[in-house]
């Protein structure tokens, strides 16, 4: 007597294409349009359910200039000081490139920049 014949497994799209760890990385100036997007990008992961890391915050980055008021250089010494706050937001997904690129496709708010780093895992 033999084994009875083995049937193929039935495997899906997501099985199929090898699973990568898909980094996101948003930076901006404006703290509101940055949680924006990152709320709105977490959400299309999870309705895919994907599994979703973060958004982690980064230490904010404070560029400072310090600026002499007077063009001359006479005068009392008074200053201006300028600050640009540079906030940054990272984001972890296991999921297909293929996925990747429909969750990307969203509207991005002005002056926020992303970053998408794809690795093996």
Known sequence: MSAPPIKPT??????????HRIRITLTSRKVDALERVCTE???????????????????TKKLKLLVRKSPCGEGTNT???FQMRIHKRILDLHSPSEVVRQLTNISIDPGVD??????NS
């Open 10 to 19: 039935a495997t899906t799209e997501a099985d199929e294409a090898p699973i």
């Open 41 to 59: 990008l977490k959400n299309k992961a999870l309705a895919k359910n994907l599994k979703v890391t973060g958004p982690v915050r980064m230490p």
């Open 79 to 81: 200053y201006d000081r």
């Open 114 to 119: 992303v970053e998408v780093i794809i690795a």
